[in-house]
T-cell receptor, first 113, second 117 residues
């Protein structure tokens, strides 16, 4: 039972345009959400997070939006750069899973020059 | 550089062999985790240790054992390796522990690529 789902295995975007990565969750106890970025042969690195008391969090070119009623979050990257090409993982925690992260399957983002 | 160090980076085992994956962090974090990454499955939690002296099962613990040797070190042992354990293994640490904190960010190691033949 996949509690965090990223239904798009891959996304291809032109440099300078917006990248939108989506994530859905099923566990209503989740109250904190994170995005991680992973380059080949490296471990994932923390990118941005959002608490369930907010619906938006921005950090430079990265913005995460949370729609609690739809159990959906998205990561927007504007403008996209070739260096953003990586695998992006959505993760969630909360309730009895407090402190443990449940990850989605990941989305491979490719930004073309 | 401060962070999470995993050894070895690569390993090939024969079915039935045993091995221990080592992990150490120097950030004084309370919590440590072992995940495996498989294509199409994302990262799945094998075992975790909320604090020194405690360990708990995650989502996919079968075939593994762990030891939280001290606050810095958390090892993962495969007693009898199987081809289904072919994967990339990541160790991570965080400050979260069992107390409420705004920072749930994990710091990950660079991974161990394990192949069981």
């Amino acid at each position: 039972d996949q509690q965090v789902k990223q239904n798009s295995p891959s996304l291809s975007v032109q440099e300078g345009r917006i990248s939108i990565l989506n994530c859905d969750y099923t566990n209503s106890m989740f109250d904190y959400f994170l995005w991680y970025k992973k380059y080949p042969a490296e471990g994932p690195t923390f990118l941005i997070s959002i608490s369930s008391i907010k619906d938006k969090n921005e950090d430079g070119r990265f913005t995460v939006f949370l729609n609690k009623s739809a159990k959906h979050l998205s990561l927007h990257i504007v403008p996209s750069q070739p260096g953003d090409s990586a695998v992006y993982f959505c993760a969630a925690t909360g309730g009895t899973s407090y402190g443990k992260l449940t990850f989605g399957q990941g989305t491979i983002l490719t930004v073309h020059p | 550089n401060a962070g999470v160090t995993q050894t070895p980076k690569f390993q090939v085992l024969k079915t039935g062999q045993s091995m221990t994956l080592q992990c150490a962090q120097d950030m004084n974090h309370n919590s440590m985790y072992w995940y495996r990454q498989d294509p199409g499955m994302g990262l799945r939690l094998i075992y975790y240790s909320a604090s020194e002296g405690t360990t708990d099962k995650g989502e996919v613990p079968n075939g593994y054992n762990v030891s939280r040797l001290n606050k810095r070190e958390f090892s993962l042992r495969l007693e009898s390796a199987a081809p289904s354990q072919t994967s990339v293994y990541f160790c991570a640490s965080s400050e979260a522990g069992t107390s409420l904190t705004a920072n749930y960010g994990y710091t990950f190691g660079s991974g161990t690529r394990l192949t069981v033949v």
